[in-house]
């Protein structure tokens, strides 16, 4: 497994506390904040290149990204320039390129953790969000919701055991949450139950990206916020062993970036056995720092510092 990081093209805008996701091939990346307002704004590298993809409906940024089963991405929620918390949630389609608006949070809520999760139907994927920063009654919230796309509805779930920012993965059958500055929570959907598990390797450290490699237990966590300074760290957790490895940091320090892996190729994902503490199949191409490049890399994709948000 190669683990170097490689300048790639820049994006066509400016932007940060995006969102990343990949779908059909292609790297995207969605609304975020621009220098002077939020973005609705999305685009798409292929490689070589970025053009433009539709806009969001409602520009946001400290948004949920994530990808999900039939080539979708959802948009979950952010902060509406700095001023409210969003509940709206957008669903896209690469077959249409559109946007379309789905049922909203029951909690609007920023900087939280999103997760797609199979659905008991086989039909499209749920969503499970946690955590995150709200409006009211408390700056920080410990609630969970999932999205049954089924019914197209959200529902509370088991609220987690300790209230903050996250970022979420599924490793199946769970849900991992990356609690900003505290430690990994493994969300059980059957039992709607959490396990804690071990903290995270770097002290006071917010406001990082995740993002599974498919086909494994290996979860990358990307840059953030760690005792006050925006870092470049890397860290590899393996959910089945309940470890951190770190890897080459990125060359650049970023806070809310957002990353995503384009796969080198399309194959059905087998359920990951947690029986077997080292089990685990297939691996991650390359790594690639400010945009998309060699397939099957991770594609981290840059963030701007704002003024529309000090959180």
């Not at 806070?255 to 359920?271: F, M």
Request: proline share 4%; aromatic share 10%; net charge negative.
């Amino acid at each position: 497994m190669r683990k170097v990081w490689e300048e790639c093209p820049q994006m066509m805008e400016n932007r940060g506390s995006h969102g990343a996701a990949s779908a059909g091939g292609f790297l995207y990346a969605v609304g975020g904040g621009g220098f002077r307002s939020n973005l609705s704004s999305c685009e798409k590298f292929d490689g070589q290149v970025w053009t433009g993809a539709a806009p969001l409906a409602v520009s946001r940024h400290a948004l949920a990204v994530v990808g999900a089963n039939n080539d979708t991405i959802y948009a979950v929620g952010g902060w509406i320039d700095g001023k409210e918390c969003s509940s709206v949630v957008e669903r896209f389609t690469t077959a249409s390129n559109a946007w379309s608006t789905v049922a909203p949070l029951n909690q609007a809520r920023r900087l939280h953790g999103v997760a797609a999760f199979p659905a008991a139907d086989g039909g499209d994927d749920d969503l499970y969000a946690f955590g995150g920063n709200c409006d009211d009654p408390y700056w920080h919230t410990n609630t969970a919701e999932v999205f049954r796309a089924a019914t197209n509805s959200w529902h509370f779930v088991a609220s987690m055991p300790a209230a903050g920012g996250a970022a979420a993965v599924t490793v199946r059958p769970f849900v991992f949450v990356f609690l900003h500055g505290k430690y990994v929570l493994r969300y059980d959907p059957v039992t709607d139950s959490y396990l804690k598990l071990s903290a995270l390797p770097l002290p006071d450290w917010h406001c990082f990206d995740a993002v599974v490699v498919p086909h494994s237990t290996q979860v990358l966590l990307l840059g953030g916020v760690t005792n006050g300074r925006w870092c470049k760290a890397v860290w590899s957790y393996d959910a089945a062993k309940d470890s951190w490895e770190q890897w080459p940091s990125m060359k650049t320090a970023r806070r809310r970036c957002a990353s995503a892996i384009v796969p080198a190729a399309l194959a059905d994902q087998d359920r990951v056995g947690f029986s077997d503490a080292g089990s685990s199949s297939g691996d991650v191409g390359g790594t690639v720092d400010g945009g998309a490049g060699g397939a099957g890399g991770v594609h981290d994709v840059g963030a701007k510092k704002q003024k529309t948000d000090s959180a």
